[in-house]
């Protein structure tokens, strides 16, 4: 953000119109407001210039006040005034307007926050303590809150001491000098235009829900997958994009971050291959892809931006930019129900924009909608259009391909401990299949379920290791490679292959068994899981 020497820094926000009944009491009104304040330390942060470094601090004494506003016909005008009046040295960051609505039996509350304190996952935890906290306020209770997650400040020491050297390979190849003729801004977001396309709902749903059935994918694997061959490849098929990700990581041992306010996003570059000949092709290298990504992407931010290696600081900003938001709104509660997210008025018309073309996706109504966020410095609106419907139509595609009888596969990054390529996967998954019942019950009778793990998507993995030493049957050769097996996708693809178990709360089972000829020996130990 600061790289980015923004002609207005102050005004760079996130912000949210939300509906309240014409009852609500302003004064518990704001001191929920100013218990949300003292509870979220970022909603306090301050950030000050020191020649030509930035320093971040936290202001102890910080408040918010309930501002008042009279709706009387020029609503955008009166959220543009406020949004333009956040002072990063000084504060306030996060401003709360009540706007009346003579004519209408409801109001509206208008809260603006820099995006620099906030993302779109803390607008859901604002506005749950925020509803919490009024409710208390109301009944003249001590504003009390859940405990506190990990404070933003703990999260910055981590990453701070966090040795993420072993993904600089990784990164190195991810991206390219900027050189002298890559621009540094692509326009100013005076210049900035959107177009927006949205697929309909029962599209959506499958997008969603079973077209992810096929290849095991992520619904946003697919839609780049359908993204990547429309954005200009290189000579040698590939287009460098960068990713834009929630940035909250749920398995890291004393990170809890799950109800904690601040700007989290983590944003890095990936190098997508479009050359497959085939729609599985594009599919598989898609995903894994994406797969091999360490850490979540958060790395190559702690790597270029803290640790400032050369090498990284200089890779020019993908002039394509991808975010897919899940939900473009935060959850509305029975108090604060969501209208609208910020517009242009968000951010200063001078400020410069990083990226040629950013494509946001997100839930709306049931729908997937695309926006597609352009400069008219640098695209022409009607060319953007016919991107963004050819997207669409190839998303269509590739949904209804996923859908097809006798379609889909397994990939490595389905095996992370394997340590399988694609080519080693697939001999093995074709040598399984054409197993008989004799070879699994006899030359097979050394394998040990030595532990079980249930897939939190499906609720159904259990992972056999195997050793089995010299064993082999129609080209599967293990030569004591442990192997990992799923039972439910090769259940589908060999017949003899139909397990069947129970899942437990806790404690160890004695349970393995199958319905298909052949038997399994062994235990599964569920490990209190």
Not at 67 to 78: K, V, Y
Not at 466 to 487: F, K, M, P
């Amino acid at each position: 953000f600061f790289e980015m020497d923004h002609a207005a820094p102050g005004h760079w926000n996130q912000s949210n119109v939300l509906e309240v009944d014409s009852s609500i009491d302003p004064g518990a009104l704001e001191l929920a407001l100013q218990a949300c304040v003292e509870n979220h330390d970022m909603l306090r942060a301050r950030f000050t210039l020191n020649g030509s470094t930035w320093t971040q601090r936290i202001d102890s004494d910080a408040r918010v006040n309930l501002e008042r506003a009279r709706d009387s016909g020029s609503l955008e005008d009166i959220l543009a005034a406020f949004e333009r009046n956040l002072d990063l040295e000084s504060g306030p960051l996060f401003r709360a307007v009540l706007i009346e609505r003579p004519t209408s039996e409801s109001n509206l509350l208008f809260l603006a926050v820099h995006h620099l304190v906030m993302d779109v996952v803390s607008w859901t935890i604002l506005i749950d303590d925020l509803e919490h906290a009024y409710l208390q306020a109301i009944a003249g209770e001590e504003i009390v809150f859940p405990a506190r997650s990990t404070s933003y400040r703990d999260w910055v020491v981590h990453l701070q001491s966090e040795d993420v050297s072993g993904e600089h390979g990784h990164w190195a190849v991810q991206g390219e000098d900027s050189g002298e003729d890559a621009p540094r801004m692509w326009g100013t977001e005076a210049t900035r235009r959107t177009v927006t396309v949205e697929l309909d709902p029962d599209v959506t749903g499958r997008l969603l829900r079973d077209a992810n059935d096929a290849f095991r994918t992520r619904p946003e694997e697919l839609m780049l997958a359908a993204l990547a061959p429309l954005l200009d490849p290189q000579s040698d098929g590939t287009v460098r994009i960068a990713l834009e990700r929630h940035g909250r990581p749920s398995d890291v041992p004393g990170i809890d971050l799950s109800r904690t306010v601040g700007w989290f996003t983590a944003q890095y570059p990936v190098t997508l291959d479009t050359t497959a000949a085939d729609e599985a092709g594009l599919i598989r290298a898609t995903k894994e892809t994406l797969r091999s990504v360490p850490n979540g992407g958060v790395g190559y931010g702690k790597l270029r931006y803290l640790d400032r290696l050369p090498d990284l600081v200089v890779q020019s900003e993908p002039a394509y930019l991808f975010n897919y938001l899940s939900r473009a709104s935060a959850d509305s509660g029975a108090l604060f129900r969501w209208v609208s997210s910020s517009d242009d008025s968000g951010r200063d018309p001078d400020n410069g924009r990083a990226h040629r073309i950013e494509i946001v996706a997100a839930l709306q109504h049931g729908r997937l909608a695309v926006m597609w966020h352009f400069s008219t410095l640098h695209d022409d609106q009607a060319a953007v259009q016919v991107l963004a419907e050819n997207h669409l139509d190839r998303l269509r595609g590739l949904v209804a391909f996923c859908m097809a009888d006798d379609v889909g596969g397994l990939t490595p990054s389905d095996f992370p401990a394997a340590g399988l390529d694609q080519s080693e996967l697939d001999r093995f998954l074709d040598g399984m299949a054409e197993l008989n019942a004799t070879v699994f019950s006899t030359e097979f009778t050394d394998l040990q379920v030595k532990s079980s793990a249930v897939d939190q998507n499906t609720g159904s993995i259990v992972t056999i290791i195997g050793n089995a030493g010299e064993a082999t049957s129609e080209g599967i050769e293990l030569d004591g490679r442990i192997a990992l097996v799923d039972w439910l996708t090769l259940g589908g693809t060999a017949a003899w292959l139909n397990a069947e178990y129970d899942k437990y709360d806790a404690g160890p089972c004695n349970n393995s068994r199958t319905t298909g000829p052949g038997s399994l020996p062994g235990t599964c130990d569920l490990g209190g899981e």
